[in-house]
């Protein structure tokens, strides 16, 4: 028999056990949590929680069963929180230091086994390669000269809430092209749009940077988390921020990228940690 088959065998054997104990006597079982988490947009919630499972029988984690809910944005996902429709949260560090500040009865977990580390890039439609080539350059450049570290210490590990999240300004440049840009404001201080409608903290920040650098001028389009690849397909935006999924074995490279799509290199990485009400 396949090794692969008598580790899940083995494993089966005693989450089997772990169920049933003594002469026929049930023990109860734990409930499921339930996880919010921003829609995947390659990966339905039957696929996504398909991967997550396969993860946990793969490694044999030792975690309770967990069930994740999808929503279009963070404000959604926290008004279900607090109702009790969903138990946690997962989203990045920064997200997460940034919402317990805001919301006093909102808590970081500790000790959660799954914490995976997101790489943010630019998304941009496959046949703009010329576009590609130098906002990966631009990324390059502004990693090797200490610009990403200062904007990184700047407009996320300085934040502490709304109050503190700093607006960007952009330069203008006589006659030159312009660059459409989608952000969402779902997941601030990383993207944030005010109260006013102002795109501010740190993916706008290194969006300002990348326009300098490419001596281009910025145009920005506020969308929905999911209309991201439409935006781009569409060409009702030029440039979109990606989280890249940690590709594996059991996640594919598609699990959140569109076929059309190129992604540059990261510019940040996020850390995923789970939220939820203090007890």
């Not at 065998?9 to 919010?36: D, N, Q, R, S, Y």
């Not at 994740?68 to 946690?88: P, R, W």
């Not at 203008?172 to 989608?182: H, P, V």
């Amino acid at each position: 028999m396949h090794l692969k088959k008598i580790f899940a065998l083995m494993l089966a054997c005693i989450l089997t056990a772990a169920i049933f104990t003594g002469c026929g006597e049930e023990k109860e079982i734990a409930p499921v949590i339930k996880i919010g988490m921003l829609e995947h947009l390659n990966a339905s919630e039957i696929e996504f929680n398909g991967f997550m499972k396969s993860i946990a029988e793969t490694f044999a984690l030792d975690m309770p069963a967990h069930e994740v809910k999808y929503f279009t944005n963070s404000n959604s996902m926290v008004m279900a929180l607090q109702s009790g429709q969903i138990d946690e949260i997962s989203t990045y560090k920064c997200v997460a230091d940034y919402l317990a500040a805001r919301y006093p009865k909102v808590q970081i977990l500790e000790g959660h086994t799954l914490e995976f580390i997101d790489a943010f890039c630019f998304a941009l439609r496959a046949e703009d390669t010329e576009l590609i080539k130098d906002a990966n350059n631009a990324i390059l450049e502004m990693r090797n000269d200490g610009t990403l570290d200062r904007l990184t210490k700047e407009y996320i590990n300085d934040v502490k809430g709304d109050a503190s999240i700093i607006a960007v300004d952009f330069d203008n440049f006589a006659d030159a092209d312009t660059i459409k840009i989608a952000v969402t404001g779902d997941l601030p201080p990383l993207d944030f749009v005010s109260v006013d409608g102002k795109p501010a903290g740190f993916n706008t920040a290194v969006l300002a940077e990348l326009g300098r650098r490419l001596h281009k001028n910025i145009n920005i389009v506020q969308i929905d988390s999911t209309a991201r690849a439409a935006a781009l397909t569409s060409k009702q935006a030029d440039i979109v921020f990606w989280a890249i999924v940690p590709v594996s074995e059991i996640i594919p490279a598609n699990a959140d990228k569109p076929d059309g799509i190129e992604l540059t290199s990261p510019y940040y990485r996020g850390r995923l940690v789970h939220i939820g009400l203090k007890k």
